[in-house]
Structure formats: C-alpha cells, structure tokens
C-alpha cells in the first residue's frame, strides 16, 4: 500500500459526502424539528430538495433499531433487507444491493467486503447512530457512481463538533428471544475546556436462530439446478437455524478540538464480529472426495463455517466556518480503514482470508453567493487495496484507486427551487496477478431537479439524471482466466460457481422519479415514481449450467428498466392515534435475460401509532405478495405476512435522567417468511415469532 503522503497529494472527487439534506416529505412540526437539527445540511438549510430520501432519527430510529442495518431500514417504502442468518443483512434500495448501494459512516465509505460478498456482515453499527439517512434515485451521484442504487449514511457523534455543556451519558441493554440475542451498549460526552471526548461501546451475542418449521425449503428439493445437492448436503432441523449463532463487539475513542468558527477531531473504531454461516449456503460436501471417492464421514459440525472479521478505522475531520464572502463552511475529512477476516471451517481450517486496506479523504467547500442560490464544490480521493487469499479465492488481489470532483447547485426563485449537479470519476484497477489486466474507467454523472410549491398543501418534485458506474472487481474479475469450466473456484456462500468478464464497460443509468407531497395538517402523504433504464447493465445470472453440482452464475451485461411506485401516508385520527399507511411495487427486467433476480417482492402495510404522556405504542402488518418472477433458475418466494406490536414507557430521574422501558413483540402469527431478496432464502427463513425487552437511560 501506497504511504499516506502520496494519499494526501492525490485528491479527486464526489459528492456533498456527510453533507444532503434530507427530503421535503410532510411531518408533523416537531418531526420537521428533529430533522433540521440532525440532518446533515450543507447548503439547502431548509431542507428543501425534489431529491428522494429517508431520515430515520430519534425514536424513530430508537424503534426501528435492528440487529443488523439492513433490517432496521426494512420496513421503509422503497428498501428491502437481504438477509445471510441474523448476522448479516445488506440493504436494497429499489431492488439494487451490493456494490450498487454505497454504505457510509459519517460522510466516508465503509471500506470492507459486505460488497464482495453476500455472506459478508457490514462494519456499521445502528445501534451506535444518532440518525441514519438513505438516499435513492438522482440523489446518488452525490457519493460516486458507485452508488448507482442508493446510498445509507451512518451518522453518529464520534467526532463531536460541540462542545457539551453537559456530560451527556446513554445506556442502554435488550434482549431477543428469537435468536436469545443479548445487546448492550453505551456512550459517554463531556468536555475539558475548548476539548469535546467521545466514548462508546457495544457487545451483542447470539445463539442458533428460531424459525418456524424447516430451516431448508422443500421447493429448493425440486429445482433442476444442481442446488437440491447442497441441500441434500445441508444439515436440515426444524424449528431453528444451525450454525447461526455469533458475537460482536466494538468500541470508538474521540477527540475534537472546537474553534470559535469550527472544529477539528479525530477518532478510533474497532470492531470484531465473529458469526456462522447457516449450512448448505457454505458447504464444503464436495471438496470432501477424492479419487477413490467420498471420505469418511466427518463429525458433526466439521462441515460448519465461520467468519471472524476485525476491523480498525482511523477518522480525521476539520470544518471551518465563515472564512470568505464565497466560502461558507470548509470540510475535510480523512479516513484510514484496516479491514480482514478469515472463513474458518469448523475443523479450525481457514479457507479463505480477505482483507482491504483503505484511504479515503474529502474536501469539500460550500457557498452562499445570495439567499436565492447555494452550492457546493468537493474533491474525493480514495485507495485500496482488496485481497482474497486461500482455497477458495476467486478474486485476484487488486489495487482500486478512485478520484474525482462534484459540483452541485440550487436555486429559489418563489415557489420553484432547482437544483443541478454534475460528478466526473475515474477508477483504476490493478491486479497483481500478471495474468489479469488492468482496468481503468471514466465515468461522468449528471442531475436535474426542480420542487414547485404547487399550492400550500401540496409539492411536486421532478428530478432526473443520468449516472455511471465503473464495473466492480468480482464483476471484472471473478474465475478470471479458466482453462475449462471444471476448474471454477466455488463461491460457497452463494453455492454458485461465480463467473466475471474483464471485458465489461461502464453501466449507465437514466433515472427519472415524479413525487408529490401532500400535507392537509392531520393528513400528510408522499407519492413516488420512478422509472430507471440501464444502458449495458451488469447482472449475475444462472446460466443452467452446473460444476460439481454447483450452479454456473455469470455476470453479465445487458440493458434493462426498473420501474416501481412508492407510498408513505400518515393520518392523525385524534391527539393520540396516528395511522400510517404504505406500500411499494417495483418490477426489473432485461432486455435480453429476463426478470433480474433476487428483485423485492411488492408490499403494503398499516401502523396504528399511540402517544399519551409517559406511554408509546404500536400495532402494525406488513404483507408481501409472492415473487413469481425470481428469475432464470433461481428460487421463488412465497407471500408472506408480518404481525409486530410494542410499546414504551419513560420515567424521568432526577433533574437531568430518563428512563425507558420498551417491549417489542415481532411476527405474532409465527410466519414463515423467506426473502425474495436473499441469496440464502433456501436455506434460512426469517426469525418466528419473538420478544424483545429493553431498558434505556439517558442523563
């Protein structure tokens, strides 16, 4: 890895990183109040933008609070979880996972493999956040091309930015029967003169996952694919998930230094996360032969899975206010991640190691030239360098270098706001393996959006763009160069052979949504529309072919279209009682291969919210309708219906303290519920029904 000199002197690229405000969708006041303070703003104070996003913040957050990020977003129109057993779940925005959904921590990506692979955990905590914002559709290009899908940025206070006139100290434990999953955590600020600490700290542990009936579908049996051998190899039970169980913890020191016009900080997260891999996504039944045929049978558990991943990330971060007419706010950040994990078999073999050693920085300037225009200009910088070593590697050990630069402009002039953006981006790819070729893409992004306050009760949003995004490097590089298709490295955690093509181009993307925004005092409503039409996208498909029993996916490129509607509707039936009401649909197509897999099945639900003095309460239903439309050779996923109900209660004490106690009760009916989503939704249905009870205490 390059030192951190030629780092610093290499800058390029992106967008308002930390910095977009969060859409003008219809809350009650004090939500609207909460939003202005926690959002990260950088030049549209009002928060008025036509571009789509999701702010979860405050109780919100508190109540939608999961044990992985992908399933605390789950429930909001328009994002779906991928689940891989109670470890991991990646989030899908629009039907996009994986490297098209960029996952941020505080403004910088996540440098790990949650990207790489579905079996991979990402290295965020939500438990830890104080507000946790999702980006889709033209709103993307602000983070890079990468995040042709969607973009979640983390927001938590390792790096105050000012100084408390308090200690401020949070703790907080729950527990879940589903997976007797024990979390705790904490977090303490205070400040020494102009200095401002941060500390905080989480430890989770889990066991197997409780399901209702058999862990392994028996549709999958009855697939001509090959996966019925890894289900036959699988060790099938009922009424729970083997080899699920795990433990994580992680812990963050900061430091910031605040000015009269700013501040500078600096902070250290570590993290270790050590989980299983549900048997049957990982098998290993067929490494087990040899030229006399199958070995002796191994104990029990030797054939399970594990990965222990650590990870330590070094932040950096100064923002200075008011320094010129033409500068506003000056932001930099700098970020350097340690990432690696090793895929244990339970005979204590590694398989595989994987690691990224990353460098990210930012700078960033914004502007206010008048009250009716506000900008802002950015570079971004980013290196590094991604391994997978072992039996089962597929990846060549890569060198990513990633540069360019944003600007991005709004406009009001009375009822009409306007917003242009425009990115330029250029990736570097460089195997170390002599074999590969390098790679080097140009990609150029552009968007349009304008809010028109039609009446006083109601906002139309029209925004479109255009996006690129440079191939991935399991895209461009997986099994590269096979002398015969016998010879493919397996990709246990997806039970596939995995097949890439370093001739691939870049992806564009023409997005174009139409929102309306509704807002008659007790009753608020957000309509979205969105069609997105993909020039030379990239898809993994099952070809039909098998290796070893194994099914052959390759990626592909072909155009394809998205379209889907969104609706969030909130109705306030008395000083007490709110409803809620939404829903999403959304449909993937090739031109050439088909239905895209592993698409979202279509949703609705209902919530009926209560809230009088000390007590909270909820009751709520989510449907979702089977997915017929799975994709070539892929799995499809029955419908499904969701129960949860939960209620808080708060307690003030002393003059400073509270008190919260809260009980959540979660699939009521016991439903077995399999993601459409889900590489592993064969093998690992959803949790049955639990309850989670918890104790929270703020001073």
Request: net charge negative; aromatic share 10%.
């Amino acid at each position: 890895m390059r030192n951190l000199v030629s780092v610093t002197l290499s800058f390029s690229l992106i967008a308002i990183g930390t910095h977009q405000a969060q859409a003008q969708t219809p809350q009650k006041a004090q939500q609207e109040e909460i939003y202005e303070l926690i959002t990260t703003a950088i030049h549209t104070k009002s928060s008025e933008t036509a571009l789509p996003v999701t702010v979860l913040a405050g109780d919100s957050l508190h109540d939608a609070i999961r044990g992985t990020l992908g399933d605390t977003l789950a429930s909001q129109p328009g994002i779906n979880n991928a689940s891989f057993g109670p470890a991991v779940g990646q989030t899908v925005i629009r039907g996009q996972q994986g490297r098209r959904v960029m996952n941020l921590s505080n403004g910088i990506p996540n440098a790990d493999a949650s990207g790489n692979s579905a079996d991979h955990a990402q290295t965020v905590e939500a438990i830890l956040a104080t507000s946790i914002e999702v980006l889709r559709g033209p709103s993307t290009l602000l983070y890079g091309g990468g995040a042709i899908g969607g973009v979640v940025n983390v927001i938590d206070r390792r790096i105050v930015s000012a100084l408390p006139e308090t200690p401020e100290l949070a703790i907080e434990t729950r527990h879940d029967t589903a997976a007797d999953m024990n979390t705790a955590v904490g977090s303490l600020d205070f400040a020494t003169g102009n200095f401002a600490w941060h500390f905080d700290g989480m430890k989770r542990d889990w066991n197997a996952l409780d399901i209702p009936g058999l862990a392994i579908d028996p549709a999958y049996l009855d697939m001509d694919s090959g996966v019925e051998a890894l289900a036959d190899d699988a060790n099938d039970t009922e009424g729970f998930i083997p080899n699920s169980g795990g433990e994580s913890t992680a812990a963050t020191a900061g430091l910031s230094w605040v000015l009269a016009n700013g501040f500078i900080g600096m902070s250290i997260n570590q993290q270790d996360n050590t989980y299983g891999l549900p048997p049957g996504a990982h098998s290993h039944a067929h490494e087990h032969e040899d030229a006399n045929g199958p070995a002796e049978p191994e104990a029990p558990g030797a054939d399970f899975v594990f990965i222990d991943m650590e990870r330590t990330r070094y932040d950096l971060s100064g923002e200075w206010n008011d320094l010129a007419s033409w500068a506003e706010t000056v932001t930099y950040q700098l970020s350097h991640t340690d990432y690696a994990h090793a895929e244990i078999e339970g005979t204590g073999a590694i398989g595989t190691r994987y690691s990224n050693d990353s460098w990210q920085q930012r700078l960033q300037v914004t502007h206010t030239d008048t009250s009716e225009r506000h900008g802002v200009i950015g570079l971004q910088y980013s290196q590094e360098e991604f391994a997978a070593l072992g039996d089962e590697s597929f990846i060549p050990v890569t060198d990513i270098d990633s540069r360019g630069v944003f600007v991005v402009e709004d406009f009001h002039n009375g009822p009409l706001t306007f917003e242009l953006g425009a990115r330029f981006n250029q990736d570097v790819y460089a195997p170390l393996n002599d074999n590969a070729p390098n790679r080097d893409f140009a990609t150029v992004s552009f968007s349009g959006s304008s809010l028109w306050d039609v009446t006083d009760t109601a906002t139309l949003g029209l925004a479109l763009s255009r996006s690129q995004r440079a191939p991935s490097v399991e895209e461009l590089y997986s099994n590269y160069g096979l002398a015969t298709p016998e010879a493919c490295v397996i990709h246990f955690a997806t039970g596939s052979c995995e097949v890439g093509n370093v001739d691939f181009t870049e992806e564009t993307s023409l997005n174009t949504d139409l929102t309306l925004y509704l807002d008659y005092g007790r009753f608020s409503a957000t309509f979205t529309a969105f069609y997105n039409r993909f020039n030379d996208y990239i898809g993994q498909i099952n070809t039909g072919a098998n290796v070893d029993d194994f099914p052959v996916r390759a990626y592909r490129q072909d155009d394809a279209r998205f379209t889907g509607i969104e609706v969030d509707a909130n109705l306030e039936l008395n000083a007490e009682f709110d409803l809620r009401i939404f829903g999403d649909t959304i449909a993937g197509n090739f031109d050439s291969n088909g239905d895209v897999p592993r698409m979202p099945s279509n949703r609705y639900g209902m919530e009926l919210s209560f809230n009088k003095a000390r007590w909270t309460a909820y009751a709520s239903m989510l449907h979702a309708t089977a997915q017929d439309q799975p994709g070539f050779a892929e799995l499809p996923s029955a419908a499904w219906t969701r129960f949860d109900m939960g209620a808080d209660y708060s307690m003030e004490t002393g003059a400073n303290g509270d008190l919260l106690l809260f009980v959540k009760l979660r699939n009521l009916t016991d439903e077995e519920i399999r993601l459409s989503t889900s590489y592993l939704r064969g093998f690992a249905p959803e949790a049955g029904r639990s309850l989670e009870t918890g104790v929270r205490y703020r001073y």
